[in-house]
Structures are given as C-alpha cells and as structure tokens.
C-alpha cells in the first residue's frame, strides 16, 4: 500500500455480512482486520446487514461518535443501495458526496462462492480500491433552481390538443403553437374517421372549444417556435406569428408536430387524378367527387423499401376503412387491396379487417420482389397465393403511401437538442420504458412526430406526454446532481468533442468565448466528456483523475 | 420497478386483493387485502439463506415446472418488494408438520409462521385498473398437441427457457430432456427398491426406460430446429377474434435470441401476416431474416404430431406454395394469444366496470383510458393487448387522467 495518510481524513469502512450472502463465503474477520490496516482508516465495523435500520443507525452514530468524515460500505451493489448509504450519512451530518462503496458481494461472495481465499483476497482489494478513492473526495453540492411552471406544446393535431387539454386541466398554463391557421392538424383532411364512424370535425370541434373556453390555454396558430433558449424548467421560447415576435417562458416542452403522407412522384404513374393518395382520396370524398366502379388499392407504396425501411402503421387500416366507406355507400363498387401484410394489429383493427371482408373486399398478396403495374387501365400482378399472374380493371388506383417526417422536423430537433432517427422521426429515451421522453429532461414527445399512429393512439400519447412533463411542472424546485461534469474555460480548445458525446444535450459551445460549458441541470453525470476531452478540461465531479488514479493504484498494487 | 420500489411516494401493497370497493370519483373507499407471507417484511433483507436450508421443494410455477423450488421463495432475485414468501401450501409447519428450520438460520428474525393476512383501507381520488392479460391456454386446441407433446411449449415457457437467470440459465434444452433428466435422478431409486422387493418385472421395465431416457437426453439435448407458430387463439373464431398485438415480434425476437446463444440455430415462424407496426419493428424483422436466418413461411399449421423420437411434426399449408407439407422440429413454440385476465370479472363487478365483448376492460376511442365509471381508469392489456412501448405510453396517460380529476371532476377528454 504505497499512498500514506492525510492529516485530516478518517474513513469509517463499514463491512456487512449480508446474512449468509457474503459472510457465508468470505473471512469476515480477516476483511476487517485487513481493514483497519489501511491508511486513513479510524474505524471499522462488521454488520450483519448494513441496509437494515439497526445497520443504518450504525452508520449514523458512528459518524459523530468517532468523528468520521468519509464513509465506506463494503456490502452489495450501489445500484440499489448506494442512495439508501448515501442519505444515512447526510442525516448524519456529514456531505452525502464523501460516500463510497465496494461491491464485495455480486464481484466477490457470488461469483467466488467455492475460492474462499481468492474470493476474501478479491475483496480486499475492493475495500482498499474504496478507501483510498474515499480518502481522495470532496464535497459536493446539488444547486437548488427556481422553475416556470407553464408548458408549450408545439404542434396542435390531435396529440398536441390532448396534451395541451390535459395539462391545463392539471392547472398549469399552457400555450398551443400551432403552425396552420387552425388547429386540428391532420384530422381537417380526413373525410371520416373509423372506428368511430364520425366525421373528424366532431372530435376537432369538441376538443378546439373546450381549449378556447379554457382560461390556462394560450393558442397561437399561423404560428412557429424559431428560437428556444435555456433548459429543463427554464426555457424561453420565441414564438413567431406574422411579422410579430413573442417571448415565452416555459417549463417544459411537448413535441407534436405530426407526420406528412408521402407524395408517390414516379411510382405507379402518380398523377393526382386517377392515381391518388389516401389523403387526397378523403379529400376527393369529402367533396362527393369520387365515380369509380373499380377500385384498387396498392399498400406499401414508398415503405418496407430500401429507402424508407420501416412499416407505417396506419396505411393498412385507413385503406380497409375507405374500402368499408365505398362498400357500404355501394355495395357493387369492386375493390381489391393488394397488400404484402395486412397490419390490423389488436382489437378494433382485426374487427374493421373481419367487416371488410364480409362486405366483399377483395384482398390479393404480393410479392415485394414482383410488385403490381398499372398500365392506365388494369392492375397486373403475380398472385403469391394463386401462384399465376392476374389482371385487375381500375379506374380509380389508390395509393398507400406512409407517413413520412415533417420537412421541419431536423430544424426543431436542432433547436430543442432533441435527436430524431435515420427517417426523421423523433427519437425517445428508450424505446421500450421511456417512450414519450426524450433523453433531454424537460422535452417530451407524441403523435405521429414520434411515429405513425392511429387518434386513439395519438391521444394517448398526447396526455402520457403532458403526465411526464407534469411531473417536472410539479416540482417546487430543481435540483442539480453533486456528481456532474466541469469544463476549465481556461484550458478548453474549443473542439466540441464533448458536445459530440455528451448523451443528454448537455453542455453548450459559448461562441463569443470559444469554448463549451457544461448545463449541470441537465449533466448526468455519465463521464463521457470526461473521458473525451483530449485537453483534459472536462472533469466529472465525484470521479476524478486523482481519485481514480487512487483506485487504480490499489487494483495493481496486489 | 427498482424506481416504483424505491419512490417516497409509491406504496406498494404486493401478494394483496382488493376486496371491497364503494364511493365516487375523488372519494373512493378501497379494502385492501393482505395475504399473509409469514414473513415480516420489514426485517427480511432477501439474503435467501432461509430458501438455500429449506428441505421442501416444490415445482416452480414462475418457471413452469421446469425447476424446483423450496416452500420459501421469491420468484426471482430482482423482484420488487424484495422480500421472501412462504408457500402455505407446502410449508411443513404451516401444514402443521415439524420444521422451522427457515426461523432457525433466519439472522433478521423475520420468519413468523403465525403471521395472519391483515386489511388495509384507502381513501383514493381515483383508481387506475392495470390488471394485464393472461396466456391463452393452448390445451383448447388440441390439434396442437400442447400439455400432451413436451416440445411443443408457450411463448412464456420458451422466454423462461431463454432467461439467463430461468431454469437453463438461457440454454435451450428440449422440455423432454428437462424431464427426461428429472426423471433420471428419480431412477436409480425406483430401480433399487424394486430390486429390494424383488419386482423383477417392474425393474425390467425401469431399466429399459432409464435406456431411453439416457438416449434422449444424449441425443437432443439442445434444441437447434425451432418452429414459431402464430396466432394460437387468436384470429380465431372459435377463441378470439382479435389480433393479440404483440406475438409477431416476440416470436421474431425469441427466434433471433435463441440463434444468438445457439448459432446452430434454424427458425421457422408459421404465420398469416407479420404485425410489425411498431418503430424499428419491420426493420428487425428484416434482420431476422438476414443476419439470424429466420424463415417466415406464410401459412397456417393444421396440425402437429408426433414422432417416435419426440420429434413435433408441424403440418401446414405453404400458401405461397400451394400445398400441405410436414417438417419436423426439435421444439414448436405457440404464439399464445393475450387472454383477458381471470380474475377482471371479479374486479370489474367490485367496482362497476363495463367489459367489453371480449372480457377487456371497456374504453373508447376517443377516450382511451376512461371507463364507464367517472374517475377509474385503465390502462395496458387490462384494456385489450398491447405491447411494452404502448402499455407504458398508456400508464402516463392514465396517470394524466387521475391527476386531472382533482381539478376538473374527471370531464372526458372528448365528448
Ligand atoms: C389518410 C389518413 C387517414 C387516417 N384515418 C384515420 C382513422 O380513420 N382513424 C384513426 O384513428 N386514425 C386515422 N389516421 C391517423 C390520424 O390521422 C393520426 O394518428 C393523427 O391525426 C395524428 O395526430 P398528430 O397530432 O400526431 O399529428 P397531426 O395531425 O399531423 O398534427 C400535427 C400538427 O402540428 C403542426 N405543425 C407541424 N410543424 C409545426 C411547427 N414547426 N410548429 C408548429 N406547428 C407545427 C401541423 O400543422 C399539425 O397541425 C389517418 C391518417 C391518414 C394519413
Ligand atoms: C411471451 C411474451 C413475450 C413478450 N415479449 C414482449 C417484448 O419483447 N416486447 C414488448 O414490447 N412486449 C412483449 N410482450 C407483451 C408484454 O408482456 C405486455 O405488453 C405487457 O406485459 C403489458 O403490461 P401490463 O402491465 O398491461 O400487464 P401485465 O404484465 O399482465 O401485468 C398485470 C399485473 O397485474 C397483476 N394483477 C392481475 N390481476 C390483479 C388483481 N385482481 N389485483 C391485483 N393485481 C392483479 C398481475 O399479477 C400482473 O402483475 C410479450 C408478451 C408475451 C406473452
Ligand atoms: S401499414 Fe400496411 S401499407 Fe402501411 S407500410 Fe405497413 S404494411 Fe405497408
Ligand atoms: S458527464 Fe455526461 S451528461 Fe454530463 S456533460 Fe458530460 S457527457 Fe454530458
Ligand atoms: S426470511 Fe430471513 S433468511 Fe429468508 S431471505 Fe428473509 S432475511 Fe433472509
Ligand atoms: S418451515 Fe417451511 S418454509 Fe421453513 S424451512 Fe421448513 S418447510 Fe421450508
Ligand atoms: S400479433 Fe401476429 S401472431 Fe399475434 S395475433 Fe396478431 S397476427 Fe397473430
């Protein structure tokens, strides 16, 4: 053991049997007497569980009673327990920073359960490894920050009305950006909406007037968010509505701007006319405008494809839905939907399916590899099922195209810090257990800006957007972590290394200064600017080169 | 679940019912029942020296019979209370036989075998119901074969059967070697004793079986030939009617799994249409194909059999094809479809809920986590199947409509 004792610095190592867990394989006595051997260390105490209240107020009377001012845990691991230690020292008095643990149970007992003396060995070096980081922290301070407990939700389709709607009536302020002079968003160019069997103005109307009638709603259409300043419970936004510029102040940010349908230019003689989009369909409907007696339906037009990978999600029911539509307004009109799958997932959509066929709908597979022609008059196409090729009459080809990003998507994904993927969708924390998040803390994302979805989805979405942003509107204050990252203004060169890595948006290039600052309410602490910085100017707070130095030091010294 | 565990605000009542309900939106009265553990939560530190010393093994239900486990357990080790339970059914002094061997090396005092259940009351402003689905249970459709075929299993045996932590520890041994090797430790015992009672007969037939068995085992261990079956139960007339959501992609997911521990490794997905509608999906399902060499056979299977080896023989029509074949497997996985969970009738009459005609909580489009009753929400496959992503996105809405109620008397979202 090279490093020699600090003047000041009494480590408290308290070791814990975990029951049998660890205590059961490894020589408790000998880790113990081993303990009280290294530097710094005033006191040493073997518990029978460290995590139990008798085991806590352990911790808690010996801090003062031997005057302890760093405090290890060698027990099981900081995942789970590390807040639970780390508060008991803070209600001890002592800075809730000057804390560390080493697993000495998932990387020794466990996984040595037969080697009792490797595994005994293992830990000492674990609980050395802990002390002389120990020896080596500071304190650290989380910042208390005041917060705006109003939120702007940009886009007002569905999902944005939804969220905006939830959160005022949470009773917090809100203001609605939407960009076309109306609000409503996609819904205003459908022609009926299944399953529901309404026209879209319902839905629209209902949930336009009950915004207009509610007193914490601002809504600001022919308007756009250019510019947003700030963070999470601090943001300013500057919203655009003519010639006129307004500046807001916000908690939170919810995205909802929506998806567009793809325009098929080339693909199947496109023309707008006799070969249209669903859309352009709902709006031909609309208008009572549609004559046709054979209609085809081509799904998968544009997606499933090299160039746009992914399956639109809704393109499959809203052609059942207008097939139904047709059907039941005349029943002789001919309809076939050539389809590779038919995505009817769940309930309501396999049901619209069933209706469809028992109406006469006409369903024909296709091959990805040999995909139908239209030659002006007749659909031709290799039948997968009837294994010969057929021709179908058409007067009227519908195109289903997928949804694709909003042209402006990049740009407020760059404004906001926000990530969007490789087809222009936003991006969520995780796609599975954060999916209405962004990794961003105060940014949170719904509707078909996230991906294509059906109104019941996109309401959904709409207020499990305004859940999550609420819970940040709700706090009192904020609080930033002890362990986060520091850029040395004096040192750093300015290469954005660290921008590039940082994984939550958090540190910001100060242009006139040249060189990057870290947002410590929005660092979590991850390290990666850290370790990126080739002028070592980022450190993180908590893991410092010394301190790991330390560590590391210990690991080689056995 | 770590999170929900650990939350100053969240209170979690686990292995508890409710079993009285009355009151209106923003008063609700709930009885809560707790089962007894026979355990004191707050001593237990889930260190599992109790379970390690306990002599009575039980077939484990959490993996399905697989494996055992003792009268004192938990599930599994990441499983939030963090507590162990004690089975009453098998426990010797439950049972009023002699033991007590758990209270005896129990350091945190924590094993009490008088422990009675007990009976919590709330008051609430509104309620969430997340009861979540059931398996479909595929002994309804005998032609599959399945409880009487040992390979042929469920998605949920076969998810069992890929966890790292479940009963093979992640490798994919046929379910008639699992048994068979069960089976084999139980032998030699039955052998001996015959012999001691000198049953020539029945220590004849033992033997040959022991012969089988060893060669079973020897010969299949590992399962390298897979088929996936969709739609069990589901876009079914005779089960449910409804598309269960979320089967193409376990079945996907489990198929590129099972190549990634076993490069072997050959699937063969059985389906009518690939559902992959979620983000990523249809791309995984591409590279399921291509990087793990998934087949996706667009077809019905009619039947399965067996063979003299154990073989499941899948026989099915090759739409693309145009005929009926039969291939053999070493293991066929059911897509079982989401069945509304047992226990939603029950609930459902406590608290006044409507269901749907599928036995699903009732919500509408245009108000997907409002219920008939003002105030109670639902949210995940209590309300039909959905899938990780979607259930998640629907608890933070149903979350949204229980805060909203304390503002605005639980007005619908849209009328
Ligand atoms: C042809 C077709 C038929 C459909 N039929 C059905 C059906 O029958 N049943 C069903 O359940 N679903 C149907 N859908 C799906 C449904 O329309 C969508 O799920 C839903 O409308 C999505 O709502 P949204 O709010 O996410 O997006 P949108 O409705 O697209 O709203 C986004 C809003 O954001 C605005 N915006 C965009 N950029 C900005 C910006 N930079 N700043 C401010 N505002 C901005 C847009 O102007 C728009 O108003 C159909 C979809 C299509 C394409
Ligand atoms: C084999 C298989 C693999 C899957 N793989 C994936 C996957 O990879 N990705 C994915 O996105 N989805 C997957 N899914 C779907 C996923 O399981 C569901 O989306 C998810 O579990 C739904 O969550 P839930 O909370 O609604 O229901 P559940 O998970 O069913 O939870 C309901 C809970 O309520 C409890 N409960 C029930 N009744 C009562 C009562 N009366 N009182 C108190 N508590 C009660 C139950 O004990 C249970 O804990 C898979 C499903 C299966 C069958
Ligand atoms: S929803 Fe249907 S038409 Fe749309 S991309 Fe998916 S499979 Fe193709
Ligand atoms: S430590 Fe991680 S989260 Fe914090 S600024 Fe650096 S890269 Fe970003
Ligand atoms: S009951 Fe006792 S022995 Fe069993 S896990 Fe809990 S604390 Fe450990
Ligand atoms: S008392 Fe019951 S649970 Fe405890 S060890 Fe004996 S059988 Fe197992
Ligand atoms: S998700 Fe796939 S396997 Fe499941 S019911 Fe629907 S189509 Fe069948």
């Known amino acids: 053991m090279k490093n020699s004792a600090q003047d000041d610095v009494r480590v408290g190592v308290f070791i814990c049997d975990c029951g049998s867990n660890i205590a059961g394989y490894l020589e408790m006595k000998e880790l113990v007497e081993f303990a009280k051997t290294l530097p710094n260390v005033a006191f040493v105490q073997e518990n029978l569980y460290t995590c139990s209240e008798g085991g806590i107020n352990e911790i808690k009377v010996a801090i003062p009673r031997e005057n302890l001012n760093r405090v290890v845990v060698a027990s099981c691991t900081p995942r789970t327990h590390e807040p639970l230690f780390m508060s008991a020292c803070e209600e001890a008095g002592l800075n809730p920073y000057l804390f560390e643990m080493a697993n000495i149970r998932d990387q020794c007992s466990w996984v040595h359960m037969r080697e009792r003396e490797a595994g005994t060995n293992r830990a000492k070096v674990q609980i050395a490894m802990a002390v002389a980081k120990a020896a080596k922290l500071r304190e650290l301070n989380r910042i208390q920050l005041s917060l705006s407990h109003r939120a702007m939700v940009i886009g007002g389709g569905v999902a944005g009305m939804s969220a905006a709607l939830a959160l005022a009536n949470m009773g917090y302020e809100v203001d609605l950006v939407e960009k076309r002079d109306r609000l409503g968003g996609i819904l205003n160019d459908l022609n009926m909406i299944l399953p529901t069997h309404e026209p879209p103005d319902k839905l629209v109307n209902n949930l336009v007037g009950r915004l207009q009638d509610h007193p914490k709603v601002a809504i600001h259409t022919g308007a756009v968010v250019t510019k947003t300043e700030g963070y999470v419970g601090n943001y300013v936004a500057t919203i655009q509505h003519n010639d006129t510029e307004n500046k807001i102040k916000c908690g939170a940010v919810i995205v909802a701007i929506g998806a567009q349908p793809l325009k098929p230019e080339g693909l199947y003689n496109y023309d707008g006319n006799k070969v249209i989009t669903h859309i352009e369909l709902e709006s031909k409907l609309k208008l009572g405008d549609v004559q046709a007696k054979n209609i085809s339906i081509i799904q998968c037009v544009g997606s499933r494809s090299k160039e746009r990978t992914y399956c639109s999600r809704i393109c499959c029911m809203t052609a059942v839905k207008n097939a139904i539509l047709f059907k039941e307004a005349s029943p002789d009109t001919k309809i076939t939907i050539f389809y590779r799958d038919m995505q009817m997932y769940g309930v309501e959509n396999e049901e619209l399916f069933r209706k469809s066929k028992r109406l006469g709908v006409r369903y024909v597979t296709y091959d990805p590899d040999r995909p139908p022609r239209f030659d002006g008059e007749s659909v031709s196409v290799y039948h997968l099922r009837m294994g010969r090729d057929m021709i179908v009459p058409t007067d009227l080809l519908v195109l289903s195209t997928p949804l694709v990003a909003q042209d402006d998507a990049s740009e407020i994904s760059t404004m906001l810090k926000v990530p969007i993927n490789e087809n222009g969708f936003f991006l969520e924390g995780h796609v599975k257990l954060k999916p209405l998040d962004f990794a961003t803390d105060g940014v949170y994302l719904c509707g078909n800006a996230r991906f294509p979805s059906t109104i019941r989805e996109a309401i959904s979405q709409g207020l499990g957007a305004a859940s999550r942003a609420a819970g940040v509107l709700s706090k009192e204050a904020l609080f930033t972590s002890g362990i986060v990252a520091d850029i040395n203004p004096d040192t750093c060169c300015g290469c954005l290394g660290c921008v590039a890595v940082c994984p939550y948006g958090a540190i910001n290039f100060i242009e006139n200064r040249g060189v990057c600052q870290v947002n410590k309410v929005l660092c979590k602490g991850c390290g990666g600017c850290a370790a990126t910085c080739p002028s070592g100017s980022a450190r993180l707070d908590g893991f410092s080169n010394q301190q790991i130095y330390a560590q590391i030091e210990q690991a080689m010294a056995v | ?415």
């Open chain 2, 1 to 415: 679940m770590l999170d929900v565990g650990r939350h100053p605000k969240i209170n979690v009542l686990a292995y508890s019912e409710v079993v009285d309900f009355n009151g209106e939106i923003g008063n609700f009265n709930v009885k809560v029942r707790r089962k007894p553990r026979y355990i004191d939560a707050s001593r237990c530190t889930a260190c599992g020296a109790c379970a390690e010393k306990c002599p009575t093994k039980v077939p484990n239900e959490f993996n399905f019979g697989f494996d055992d486990r003792k009268a004192i357990y938990k599930d599994y080790a990441q499983g939030i209370p963090s507590v162990f339970t004690i089975d009453p059914d098998h426990c010797k002094v439950i049972l009023g036989g002699k033991c007590g061997v758990c209270q005896k090396v129990c350091q945190a005092k924590a094993v009490d075998y008088e422990q009675k259940e007990s009976f919590v009351d709330l008051n609430v402003a509104s309620v969430i119901v997340s009861t979540g689905y059931e398996l479909f249970d595929a002994t309804q459709i005998p032609e599959y074969g399945y409880g009487r075929m040992p390979n042929v299993i469920s998605s949920l045996e076969m998810e069992r059967l890929l966890s790292a932590g479940g009963p093979t520890r992640g490798h994919l041994s046929r379910p008639s070697v699992i048994y068979g090797e069960k089976r084999l430790k139980e032998l030699p015992k039955l052998i001996k004793k015959a012999e001691k009672d000198q049953k020539e007969d029945q220590k004849q037939i033992l033997e040959q079986e022991m012969k089988r068995i060893e060669e079973q085992v020897h010969k299949y261990h590992t399962a390298k030939k897979l088929a996936f079956i969709q739609c069990v139960g589901s876009r079914d007339f005779r089960f449910h009617k409804y598309c269960s959501n979320y089967c193409c992609m376990h079945s996907i997911k489990e198929a590129i799994i099972a190549r990634e521990h076993e490069h072997e490794t050959e699937s063969y997905i059985f389906y009518m249409d690939l559902r992959t509608v979620g983000k990523g999906f249809e791309e995984y399902k591409v590279r399921g194909a291509e990087v793990s060499g998934l087949k996706y056979i667009r077809g019905r299977v009619a039947e399965i059999l067996q063979d003299e080896e154990m073989n499941p023989v899948v026989y099915y029509e090759d739409t693309e094809k145009r005929q009926v074949v039969g291939m053999t497997f070493d293991m066929v996985i059911l897509a079982n479809a989401c069945s509304p969970s047992k226990g939603i009738r029950n609930i459902s009459e406590l608290l006044g809920l409507e269901l749907d005609e599928n036995q699903f909580v009732r919500t509408s489009p245009n108000n997907p986590l409002d219920t008939n009753v003002p105030g109670i929400f639902s949210c995940g496959c209590a309300q039909g199947p959905l899938d990780i992503p979607e259930s998640v996105a629907q608890a933070s809405s149903a979350a949204a409509r229980a805060a909203e109620v304390v503002m605005t008397e639980g007005l619908p979202i849209a009328v």
